[in-house]
């Protein structure tokens, strides 16, 4: 029971819980976090910020920092995503 009730307090507090709670007040949160990180390239760009990102612009800037903050962790995104998109049994 005190797992439960531990996994479901840490699942509330989660910024993707909020967000469905209220997803204007999220989206607002989200939108000012990305703007900080666009205007300083030194903050962190996470990927929930570049999904929450306003426009296309603004997510266009985040990648950026992305890939100049951590290449190696935006190369393994682009491959997970190309894997992604592959058919089932292709191997390369």
Do not use: C, W
């Not at 996994?7 to 509330?12: E, H, L, N, P, S």
């Not at 993707?16 to 209220?22: P, S, V």
């Not at 990180?37 to 990102?53: F, K, Q, S």
């Not at 612009?57 to 190309?82: C, E, G, H, K, T």
């Amino acid at each position: 029971m005190k797992r439960r009730a531990a996994i479901a307090a840490a699942i509330a507090q989660s910024p993707a819980a909020a967000r469905t709670r209220n997803p204007a007040l999220g989206t607002e949160i989200a939108a000012v976090l990305a703007n900080e990180a666009m205007h300083d390239p030194g903050r962190r760009v996470t990927l929930d910020m570049i999904e929450a990102a306003p426009a296309y612009a603004d997510r266009a800037a985040l990648i950026r920092n992305f890939v100049r903050q951590d290449p190696d962790r935006a190369a393994l995104v682009v491959r997970d995503l190309i894997r992604a998109d592959m058919p089932a049994g292709a191997d390369h």
